[in-house]
DNA sequence: AATAAAACTGGAAACATTTACGGATATGGG
DNA sequence: CCCATATCCGTAAATGTTTCCAGTTTTATT
């Protein structure tokens, strides 16, 4: 942060009110705020000098002494990502309302920027956190503990036997509805593009995906399961590879609807035809949210729900100090579109 | 903004490394800062001594006294959607480097909105903003030049003849280049999904639609041109009403990828196929980042770039009070690919 | 060895607000 | 009329940092 040439605002403050009214600092602050014993007509006139004279709060000052400074954090792996677009501009929308601003920050999935976005965050006394953690193990999350800072965890449980405070999607069940549905349409060989094996909802839904194969008496071939980059330049390859396969496949599970995506655009580039040749079920029904002339079939996540839920978690920790721990798992479902059909 | 129950958080401060070290408070900010004489023997010990107490600056302190936050407060209409996604994950990125953080707010389009999250902005002492404003007339940019904070406008240019500074697209040249394409295809009835005609994009992209018109001898009819709201329930309506035209349509001229999709969308519910029966013209280019199955023929707009120049014109603001207007206008590109054939 | 300059460090004020505490005036009941 | 209580308001300390001003020690130069 480089050096400002020099300070460009004056703003009316306190004092301001204070000598144009002719009360005390003191009370100006306590009359705005509500606090204390003032008299109507005192704190109308109060109220409509600052008005007048075009008063501002400074967060700033007010923040370092009383401890709250009305901002909060969202750290997510990518913004430009619809998925935490929507969700992030739920958030912001009801935080709003209790005047709570939000400083956003991308984690690009790497750890060493997550505990550089957090630090900072701290810094400037974020009176809480929502995070999308890179579960790339590092003890930023600890310190977090440590320091008793509220934080919520979005859409990812916490490694081991952590206390923290979650909301998540039913990842397994959304891997097994996706898993059995395709299999009631009689598909043995699916083929599933998972996510790193270290984040935890990535675990779930393939978790999810063996129980519904091991119900239905299919074995589990390692072959097929695959872990593929948010927009992997390695998918064109996957997809070669797995036609070579002696059996083949004949659906595809994806783990996000950006890949299912980038799966059907690859599909038609290899000469395949979605859903006639190959079945495709993607996760996260961004498509609910958005005009997309594609419809493809996918376990939605309710993200208004998710915004919502972890917003009312937060704010409980932070202002009720609602001390229990509260994780929250949300159904998903899975929506028929056209992208699947009977083999 | 509620109360909070108690302080969670007890920091260590630049007071508890003067204690650990012997030096003062003053030296300890000196040398953390590298301003000042200090030797640099002194200058590690206290750097090391930080580190090891997981000393975190106090931005809010620091702030107040030096006018200096190390926040920068993005105001767009939707943060969900994905041209706006694009744009702020790249300025975060940019901005993190400078340890900058950055506010996000959502106007939703709306006045109130924008001038609440303004406000809000200034009484955190951001050092600067970025909007996309609204354009419905509100004197709150007159505010931000009393007061001089520095500001600049993101994809639309100021109302009338102030002074502010922005970084726009060409949108004269996208609508101007758009049009004349689709022309050149042998297209006459082109359908103009527009958007507000108070926003400068919108008024300049219809600029360059009437100009290719008239320089290829075609008639304005102004039944053919709408505006549309970004998610529109009025589309299939216009569309209907659209065919039921003497001369009816050939080819649609989008605002917004968005809007195109939704056409795109909307045609097939109503039986026809892009582009044999109707060629598709979207505008943002959001594609180029978003691996979609549909190839829309769009006008591409460089959003990196633009992301970066609104940085660089900020930064240069702040940090070198360099007060000469900076308005910089970013050329955009035909991209053609599947939603558009000769008629 | 004297003197200037450079290197190094501290004290205290300032930023704008909130809060703990206490003082003053008015109201009401006995 | 007196005391208790409610109502209304002010003083001063506190938050953690930066900055102004100044002081002391070390090094370099003649």
Redesign the pocket.
């Known amino acids: 942060m480089a050096?400002k040439i020099k300070m460009n605002r004056?703003?009316?403050?306190?004092?301001?009110?204070?000598q144009r009214t002719?009360?005390?600092?003191?009370?100006?602050?306590?009359?705005?705020?509500g606090?204390?014993?003032?008299?109507?007509?005192?704190?109308k006139l109060i109220a409509e000098t600052a008005e007048e004279m075009g008063?501002?709060?400074?967060?700033?000052?007010?923040g370092?002494?009383?401890?709250?400074t009305g901002t909060i954090a969202v750290i997510v792996s990518d913004i430009s990502n619809p998925l935490f677009g929507i969700m992030v501009k739920e958030m912001e929308i009801l935080l709003r309302k209790w005047n709570v601003n939000l400083f956003i920050m991308n984690t690009n999935e790497d750890a060493a920027t997550e505990e550089k976005a957090i630090l900072s965050a701290l810094g400037h006394n974020v009176d809480g956190l929502i995070i999308c953690p890179t579960q790339k193990d590092s003890d930023i999350l600890h310190r977090l503990d440590m320091e008793h800072v509220p934080y919520v965890l979005l859409g990812r449980k916490p490694n081991g036997e952590s206390a923290s405070n979650y909301v998540v999607w039913d990842d397994f069940q959304g891997g097994y509805e996706a898993t059995k549905y395709l299999i009631s349409l009689g598909h043995k060989r699916i083929l599933c593009l998972s996510g790193p094996s270290y984040i935890s909802s990535a675990k779930e839904r393939l978790a999810g995906y063996h129980q519904a194969l091991y119900e239905a008496g299919i074995p589990l071939c390692p072959e097929l399961i695959h872990e593929v980059q948010p927009v992997g330049e390695d998918l064109k390859e996957i997809l070669t590879d797995s036609f070579a396969l002696p059996d083949g496949f004949t659906a595809v599970f994806a783990f996000s609807d950006m890949i299912a995506w980038e799966t059907i655009y690859q599909l038609n580039e290899l000469g395949k035809k979605v859903p006639e040749d190959i079945s495709v079920v993607g996760f996260d029904g961004i498509q609910s949210k958005m005009p997309f002339p594609c419809k493809l079939t996918t376990i939605l996540t309710p993200k208004t729900k998710m915004a919502t839920q972890v917003v009312k978690t937060l704010m409980n920790l932070i202002y009720q100090k609602f001390e229990a721990v509260t994780q929250t798992t949300i159904p998903v479902q899975l929506i028929v579109r056209d992208t699947t059909q009977a083999k």
Chains 1, 2 share one sequence.
Not at 64 to 68: A, P, Y
Request: charged share 25%; glycine share 6%.
């Open positions: 050096e004056s703003p009316v403050t306190l004092k301001d009110i204070s002719g009360y005390s600092v003191n009370t100006i602050s306590h009359a705005l705020n606090k204390k014993d003032i008299s109507d007509k005192t704190r008063y501002i709060r400074n967060s700033l000052a007010g370092l002494r009383s401890g709250i």
